[in-house]
Each structure stands twice: as structure tokens, then as C-alpha cells.
């Protein structure tokens, strides 16, 4: 089978695509036919050795956290998926491998695709829903009559994180463009901040929660429009103590990414705000739920309309680097 693969981390990583054996299964796996496979940031960050200290890997590796696809074999001890059943997934983080025509994945990193959804699609769904879900529900553990800001929050984050956060009862905020507000205000959002006119810091205060989107330019900002006791939650920005040690890592990572995050806990700690960084993870019965959401909500996420086979897997890394995409980049099989 054909799979996108890299050799070794460099900051100028090329991706080479090979011919490789199609992948056994052990009894909890299913040995899943690529149809789509979404090419995110992550991708980025695995490939110029950004997060090997989250997770190191062994090389050639093939890339692609993110796919849907079609079920050909069933492990001896998987229950609730047959042969023909379409899903979607965000792989497990320590066996990634979607940018390839087969994958061996563990049962409970998989979901059925949501009924609205083609292959294509479903593939920008699972690694954006299940940030949304782990985001608001364990990091923030958000509860209803609560209220999150999302700055910058029109594009496809923001697609998944508004109806998951109006399902806990959320009252949710979100500034964007002007071009994005319609959208973002049919998706559920209770306000809309247009950032080309107005500046949220201004107009803002008390919230309880802010999910960043933007990184570390806006941490100051955010910071100051957030209550007492409240939690700034961050995509983008770093990891920190609290993220090495719930990870569980080694004790000289966990000192590596204090240091790291230090200024951003000193300052939180300063306003008596928590600061989290999320890496997300792989988790089937969240799917369910995300599925359930995307179903209900009538959700399509944005893809962008260029058409990317795996042959085209360069290119494709490129327009996500440094272009302007649509929506999700996606590799056709």
C-alpha cells in the first residue's frame, strides 16, 4: 500500500511516499480502508520534532492523525464494529499513520461517521470535536449558566466548540470577521464580537472561561477579561506544569515544561486564574457524543475545495504552512 511517510525530524521535513505492507491487526484493532485523511498543524509539529517531547517516534513514520474509512477487518475481541461499518478518528497520539491507504486502529479510537457526513467531511470532524469536548468538559469542566469567550473563534474550532458548549448550557461568546458572524451566530453563539471594529478586552468582563485560539500575543488580553477563580484554556500558546503532569511525563519533562510555562502560570496565578494547555487525545465513546452533537446540529465542517491525493501530500503540508485554506485541507484516497 501506498503511505505519506518521513525518514527523520528536520525544520525542512519532505514527506516521501512508499510502498509499505498493509498492516496486521491485534484482537482490538480494526484494519480500516482510508477514504480521507484531514492535514492539520499537528502534522506540522510531529514532523519538525516540535512535540517529541510529548511523543517521540520511530522512523520511517507515516503521518496523519485524522481519517475516515471503511472497516475490512475486525480484531477477535473488538465489540460494536462489524466489517463495511464507516467511521471517523483522531488516532491514538503513539500510533498515528492516517496519510496511508490502510490503518490498524484500536477499537477505542474509533467512531461511526455521523450520518450527515461524507468520507470527506467526517474527516475534519474528530480531531476538532474532541479538542472542543476535552477542552470545555475536563479542562475548564465548565458548568451550565457558565460563560466562555472564543476569540477567534468563527472558523472550524469554533464550528464544533459552540454546540458542544450550548449543550452544557453554556452562554457562549465569540469574536471573528464580520464575513463569519452569521454562521457563527446561526451555530448557537449568544454574542459576536467583530474584532475589525471592536477590541473584546473593551468590551468584556467577568467571563468565566476563555478558550484561545490565537496564542500568545493575545494571553494578556484574555487574561484580563477572565473573573477570579476562572480558567484560561489554550490551543495554541504552550504547555505548562499542570499539562506535563497530568500527561504523566517523566520528571525532567515535567521540569522542562515548568520552566517553560512559567511566565504564563506566574501571570495567571497573579489574577487567580488557572492556565491549561490542551494536546488532544484519541477517545471512541466521546465520538458517540460528538457524533450525536454533529447529527442533531445539522454540523458540516468547512473543507477547503482543493483537491489533494496522497501523491500530493507536499503540497498539501505547504498550503496548511503557509497558505490561506477554506477550511480543512484534505488527502483523497
Do not use: C
Request: glycine fraction near 10%.
Amino acid at each position: 500500500m501506498k503511505a505519506a511517510q518521513i525518514s527523520k525530524y528536520s525544520k525542512k521535513f519532505i514527506v516521501e511516499v512508499n510502498e509499505i505492507p498493509v498492516p496486521e491487526i491485534n484482537d482490538y484493532e480494526v484494519l480500516v480502508k482510508v477514504k480521507a485523511a484531514a492535514v492539520n498543524h499537528l502534522e506540522l509539529l510531529i514532523g519538525t520534532g516540535s512535540v517529541r517531547l510529548i511523543q517521540d517516534y520511530e522512523f520511517p513514520l507515516t503521518l496523519g492523525n485524522e481519517l475516515t474509512g471503511v472497516i475490512e477487518r475486525v480484531g477477535k475481541k473488538v465489540q460494536g464494529f462489524k466489517v463495511g461499518d464507516t467511521i471517523y478518528s483522531r488516532l491514538p497520539l503513539q500510533k498515528i499513520g492516517a496519510f496511508a491507504e490502510y490503518a490498524a486502529i484500536n477499537a477505542d479510537a474509533i467512531g461511526h461517521l455521523p450520518s450527515n457526513l461524507d468520507f470527506v467531511t467526517g474527516a475534519a470532524a474528530p480531531l476538532t470535536g474532541l479538542t472542543a469536548y476535552q477542552g470545555l468538559h475536563e479542562e475548564l469542566a465548565a458548568k451550565s449558566g457558565e460563560t466562555v469567550f472564543i476569540p477567534g473563534g468563527s472558523g472550524s474550532f469554533g464550528q464544533m466548540a459552540i454546540p458542544i458548549a450550548k449543550s452544557m448550557g453554556l452562554e457562549v461568546i465569540v469574536s471573528g470577521n464580520p464575513q463569519a458572524r452569521g454562521r457563527t451566530i446561526a451555530a448557537g453563539a449568544d454574542r459576536y464580537i467583530d474584532y475589525t471594529t471592536e477590541n473584546y478586552w473593551e468590551q468584556l468582563s467577568d467571563v468565566d472561561y476563555v478558550i484561545d485560539t490565537l496564542g500568545p500575543s493575545e494571553f494578556n488580553h484574555e487574561l484580563s477579561i477572565i473573573k477570579a477563580g476562572g480558567r484560561l484554556l489554550s490551543l495554541r500558546t504552550g504547555p505548562n506544569k499542570r499539562f506535563a503532569r497530568n500527561l504523566g511525563l517523566s520528571g525532567w519533562k515535567q521540569k522542562l515544561f515548568t520552566i517553560a510555562g512559567a511566565k504564563y502560570d506566574y501571570k495567571a496565578k497573579k489574577k487567580n486564574i488557572q492556565y491549561h494547555f490542551i494536546f488532544v487525545r484519541s477517545d471512541g465513546e466521546q465520538l458517540k457524543k460528538i457524533t450525536k452533537i454533529i447529527e442533531d446540529n445539522g454540523i458540516v465542517p468547512a473543507v477547503d475545495p482543493t483537491e489533494f491525493y496522497i501523491e500530493d501530500i507536499n503540497e498539501a503540508l505547504k498550503l496548511v504552512a503557509t497558505g490561506h485554506p477554506k477550511g480543512k485541507v484534505i488527502i483523497r484516497f
